[in-house]
């Protein structure tokens, strides 16, 4: 069964730190997403690794990095944490085909 | 830009009513079409999938959802919910020629009532 591990559950930090973000899949999937779920907005893409070191911006970028230096681990960065910026925030993983997506738990980011 | 519409944001039914979640995706091309579940406190998990073939799809937990390509839909059914069915409900839409990028739409929260 695939995994989709996301390091925490819910993460409170303060207007401008440096915020990371980590998932980590079992699966070897190609495939690696950030999103973020907001009430009445569904899922957004921020995001999105083709493989390793290989990243495109998804729909609402800005404000957002990733690194993907290993396969299985895709991080997403926030550079200077805005308030605008308090979410859920869900990992994704699949293969490079158009298989369906595994999902995190998610991590609920409040920032203060 | 391609987008998928979820038409109802909050249903509520009573056990044992017949559910029917509405989807409809602006593109004429080949899609991949999806619905995902997330019960209160959990992981986003797939309900089913239509790739080709028939357009009516079986998937888990007794939903099924039907394809209608000339009306660009694929809404969600099932028979008889159960308050064990209370959650939040997506239509998702992969674009042929899109890099498997998954196109959500705005989410359904159904509550059933017991």
């Known amino acids: 069964d695939v995994k989709v591990t996301q390091s925490s559950r819910y993460l409170v930090k303060r207007t401008g730190e440096k915020v990371f973000l980590e998932c980590v899949q079992d699966?070897?999937?190609?495939?690696m997403f950030w999103y973020r779920q907001d009430p009445g907005l569904g899922l957004r893409l921020i995001y999105f690794?083709?493989?390793?070191?290989?990243?495109e911006k998804g729909d609402i970028p800005e404000g957002y990095s990733v690194s993907r230096e290993k396969k299985e681990r895709f991080s997403l960065i926030l550079e200077s944490a805005s308030t605008n910026q308090t979410s859920m925030y869900l990992c994704?993983?699949?293969?490079?085909?158009?298989?369906?997506?595994?999902f995190g738990d998610g991590t609920r980011l409040s920032i203060l | 830009a391609q987008s998928v519409s979820q038409h109802n944001h909050h249903v509520i039914l009573s056990e044992a009513a017949s559910l029917e979640l509405g989807c409809n995706y602006s593109y004429g091309g080949t899609v991949n079409l999806f619905w995902y579940v997330q019960y209160p406190g959990q992981h986003l998990q797939l309900l089913l999938k239509?790739?080709?073939?028939?357009?009516l799809v079986k998937g888990i937990k007794g939903f099924e959802a039907e394809f209608i390509k000339s009306k660009f839909s694929f809404n969600l059914r099932k028979p008889s919910v159960q308050w064990s069915d209370t959650a939040e409900y997506f239509c998702a839409v992969i674009v042929s020629g899109n890099t498997g990028k998954l196109i959500f739409g705005q989410g359904t929260t159904l509550q059933v009532k017991p």
């Open positions: 690794s083709y493989d390793v070191k290989m990243k």
């Open positions: 994704a993983s699949k293969r490079i085909s158009n298989q369906p997506q595994h």
């Open positions: 699966m070897d999937h190609e495939n």
């Open positions: 239509y790739f080709s073939g028939d357009p």
